[in-house]
């Protein structure tokens, strides 16, 4: 069982920064794919940043020189740095695993975490 638990996210004001966190755990050998995604209410999920193992990264077109993922493949986590956050950035956000390859498994599997709010006040 592969599990991805987030951690970071609270109330902050327009402007500030905010780091959030994504732990994947179990019997893991090795993922493809990292990424975050957000969901504000009454729209649909969207992809906000993404990081191969290889380490090439994208990101969406609000948030490119205001946002930054990192991974650390040793530890299985993915960081998002958000800098410069403005209302607009309010939503849950969901950390994404695609292509995990645990032991004992046949097939690569994909993830989500359970979501951690951010809200940035104006």
């Known amino acids: 069982q592969v599990q991805l638990v987030e951690s970071g996210g609270g109330l902050v004001q327009a402007g500030g920064s905010m780091n959030l966190s994504c732990v994947a755990s179990g019997r893991i050998l090795s993922i493809d794919v990292m990424a975050w995604y957000r969901q504000a209410p009454g729209y649909q999920r969207d992809l906000v940043a993404v990081q191969t193992s290889g380490g090439s990264v994208d990101y969406a077109d609000s948030v490119k020189g205001r946002f930054t993922i990192s991974r650390n493949n040793g530890k299985n986590t993915v960081y998002l740095q958000m800098n410069s956050l403005k209302p607009e950035d309010t939503a849950v956000y969901y950390c994404?695993?695609?292509?995990?390859?645990?032991?004992?498994?046949?097939?690569?599997?994909?993830?989500w975490g359970q979501g951690t709010l951010v809200t940035v006040s104006s």
């Open positions: 994404n695993a695609r292509g995990v390859r645990v032991r004992g498994f046949a097939n690569d599997l994909d993830r």
